[in-house]
């Protein structure tokens, strides 16, 4: 019986450490939102997106490309989506050390980035991928856009870097 006793103690141990050495999970949090996506649309050119911090955090763009949103655009043979071309552009970063915060309940005017993932900027009649493939231009896209939940400056990059997805919308040019 002794034997019985002990173990009994050393299980009643484990679970008082357990209780006290147990952190909880962060829960997770919403994701800001996108707005001013509507479908169906025909043309890149007339979408006028909005970021909407609907979180109860603040969050944070890249000072690099604040404001830039990239398409995404669903490949209905795989069920994938695929990126559309970026644009690499030279430049200097202005106050490269100061963070871009959203604060929760605020809005901020963002950039569709769409030039490059189109074949011709006047006249488009195919969506370039990130890896040059040609893809009919009529179809179901989506804008995602890159955020923290921490500063995020030229110098420092967050360890997480989260993305943000629009409702999808179906283009017919």
Known sequence: MPYCKNSMTYGVGLIICCFFFTKEAPSPTLAPSIRGVSTPCRSFADIKITLAN????????????????????????????????????????VDASKPIEIKPGASRAMDLEWDLSVDDRDQPKWFITADDTQRALSGTYRIVLEYSEEPWTVFHRPKRVLNTFSTQFVLHP
Do not use: D, H
Not at 66 to 77: D, G, K, S
């Open 54 to 93: 609907t979180t109860a955090i603040s969050v944070f763009l890249s000072r690099v490309w604040p404001t830039a949103a990239r398409l995404q655009r669903l490949n209905p043979a795989t069920g994938k989506w695929e990126f559309g071309g970026w644009p690499i552009r030279c430049g200097t970063v």
